[in-house]
């Protein structure tokens, strides 16, 4: 397995050098004038772009809502959809700045997970170029174990079905 060595992130893992050491991380006040030294870069209507402190890659951001909250289904339509906007901001500002390959953007629900702040949600948006290391061993420490395609897809397949309710 490779690896890629983030000794930078050792403060953060020690619980050093955190913006607050009572209160969260993610939470920011709509209005405030220490966006410069939080490194947010960007402000939306329900959510905000944030540099990460403790970086994976050059260039990895963030975005998180204002409102405090680990659910994403308890956001509304509204801040679910600026998160979006602002992710894909965050992408195209990225490619135009650092021509990344590709990128991966998503969520660590749970320490299991891979979540550094599990009480308040927030997207990675990680650029990535060819040679670098894969992101799964990277954030989570795991190994991916393969299962057949159709095994996965039958299983999947029979939950959804269960969860017919979708509006």
Request: one cysteine or more.
């Amino acid at each position: 397995m490779k690896r890629l060595w983030a000794p930078w992130r050792m403060s953060y893992i020690n619980g050093e050098d955190r913006q607050c050491q009572k209160g969260c991380i993610f939470c920011l006040s709509e209005q405030t004038d220490e966006d410069r030294e939080r490194l947010v870069l960007f402000r939306g209507r329900s959510a905000y772009i944030i540099m990460n402190r403790y970086p994976y890659s050059n260039g990895h951001l963030m975005v998180a809502p204002y409102r405090h909250t680990a659910d994403l289904g308890s956001l509304s339509p509204e801040e679910v959809a600026d998160i979006w906007r602002l992710t894909v901001l965050a992408r195209d500002i990225l490619t135009e700045w650092a021509s990344p390959d590709g990128f991966n953007v998503g969520m660590n629900w749970g320490r299991v997970a891979g979540a550094g702040v599990e009480d308040h949600l927030h997207q990675h948006i990680v650029p990535r170029w060819s040679g670098d290391t894969n992101f799964m061993p990277v954030l989570s420490d795991v190994r991916v174990i393969p299962q057949h395609l159709e095994e996965t897809a039958e299983v999947l397949r029979d939950l959804f079905v269960s969860k017919s309710n979708y509006p």
